[in-house]
């Protein structure tokens, strides 16, 4: 275990993510935040588990001082946490509006049409390749997650339910790559050796262990002019604005542009271009290209991010010093509402029970004495308990029927698309509450 060094008020407890950097093995020696123990942020147990023995691992994040990516220690292996995964994107409306959005540019930009080949990382349910089907548009998605695969299927979304990384990427250009994909359900993968125009992703990047070989797996299996687009939350706001609760095990890594850029090009792929996007409270959408390749121009918003990331020292442990500091604030915050409404005689319920909820609630202690249950869109989910603080999971119908009086918004993320739906809960005066930045009161 590696103590981390004393600067600029950084942790100087043992670094729980020390070790190596998985980009480029360095060694990890700055804390950025230690969340304490923490389960996996997607097991939900249900009732007849809620007496087994859970485990529980140590939840902190420490930042390289070489190439500056933010990481937290991998205790189980990717394999095991996606072989069957509860989240499913497509209860989300407003997910799924952006996705469309997507879909809709990025065949006006690239030109795509019955002639290309789409190819997305970490598919989920469908809910991005459909609006690829939709528009004729060949296209394939990789999931390992069985469960979450089927149901892109039974949309009608060929899914390879694989993880993707070196040995997929080979297998798929080799001879049997049309095997692979008929067996997805793509039956008009081209003659073996083809590579997709488009190969895209949101929200897989931070979840992938080994980091250099999925980057040298997007690089080897890219069409020679073809882009890829990968979408993550920004280090940038998660710094920010608090936003600690995105950090999670299942997490293993999270971006500034300045890394990213420094991670792909490493293995042989310039970014292009980069857009800034609204969602998980502030995303980056990179596109990249093959270092040969000249179709794609370098635009001058790369140039102006790598330098705003630079001012504002991404590259210095300073930028990072005061973050465990603010989060505690957060947490003492959230307990002080939620004890004096409890003190008032206030019921308080829960809206949702994403992965970032789990950091939340292990980190500040929450259970069922300050927050009674929560309430969630996904069946999967429902007459479960969240893991670790063990709080029922219920229908968004029983917030009708126990009329609370504030609803904390746990996936504060989606906080307009929540209060929209749910807007009944002031009829009888009840309020919405978000935690992050700050605990804050909707009226």
């Known amino acids: 275990m590696l103590t981390a060094q004393s600067h600029a008020g950084l942790d100087e407890r043992p670094v729980s993510s020390g070790g190596a950097c ?50 937290v220690q991998e205790y189980v292996r990717p394999e095991l946490i996606f072989h069957e995964y509860p989240y499913f994107s497509s209860y989300s409306t407003s997910w799924l509006q952006h996705a469309e959005r997507y879909v809709r540019g990025v065949v006006q930009r690239l030109g795509l049409g019955p002639q290309s080949l789409v190819v997305e990382l970490g598919s989920n349910d469908g809910y991005l390749l459909q609006y690829f089907a939709a528009r ?7 999931e390992p997650a ?41 039956a008009h993968w081209r003659p073996a050796g083809r590579r997709p125009d488009l190969i895209c992703g949101a929200n897989v990047l931070a979840q992938v262990s080994d980091l250099n070989g999925f980057v040298r797996a997007i690089e080897h299996l890219l069409a020679p002019d073809g882009v890829v687009t990968i979408e993550f939350p920004h280090l940038e706001r998660l710094i920010a604005d608090n936003q600690f609760d995105t950090i999670y095990h299942e997490h293993f890594s999270y971006f500034s542009f300045t890394a990213a850029e420094r991670i792909f090009a490493a293995h042989g792929l310039v970014l292009f271009d980069v857009e800034e996007l609204p969602t998980h409270g502030g995303s980056l959408r990179i596109w990249g290209r093959h270092a040969a390749s000249r179709r794609w121009p370098v635009r001058a918003r790369v140039g102006a991010l790598r330098a705003r990331e630079a001012a504002a020292g991404v ?54 004495d300050l927050l009674h249950y929560t309430a969630d869109r996904n069946p999967y989910k429902q007459g479960r308990f969240t893991p670790g603080t063990h709080i029922p999971i219920l229908s968004p119908d029983a917030i009708s029927r126990t009329r609370p009086d504030y609803v904390l918004i746990l996936p504060w993320n989606l906080t307009a698309e929540i209060v929209e739906q749910m807007a009944h809960v002031r009829d009888w005066g009840g309020r919405f509450v978000v935690p992050i930045p700050e605990v804050k009161v909707i009226a």
């Not at 060694?27 to 588990?49: I, K, N, Q, W, Y």
């Not at 004729?136 to 990789?142: D, E, K, R, S, Y």
């Not at 005061?322 to 003190?343: C, N, P, S, T, Y």
Request: charged share 25%.
């Open 146 to 186: 069985r469960n979450v695969a089927e149901a892109a299927r039974a949309r009608g979304v060929p899914t390879l339910v694989r993880m993707f990384d070196e040995a997929c990427a080979r297998d798929l250009v080799g001879p049997d790559g049309d095997k692979l994909a008929a067996a997805a359900g793509l």
């Open 22 to 71: 998985r980009h480029c093995d360095a060694p990890l020696r700055h804390t950025v935040v230690d969340l304490g123990m923490s389960p996996l942020c997607e097991t939900f147990p249900a009732a007849d588990e809620l007496n087994r023995m859970e485990p529980f691992y140590p939840l902190c994040a420490g930042v390289c001082d070489a190439c500056w990516l933010v990481q």
């Open 315 to 368: 590259t210095t442990l300073e930028y990072y010093a005061d973050f465990a500091r603010r989060v505690e604030d957060v947490k003492h915050g959230l307990l002080e509402f939620l004890i004096d409404a409890r003190r008032r005689g206030r019921r308080t319920v829960g809206y949702g029970a994403p992965g970032k909820a789990n950091t939340l609630l292990n980190y500040c202690g929450i259970r069922t």
């Open 136 to 142: 004729a548009v060949p296209a394939l998605g990789i």
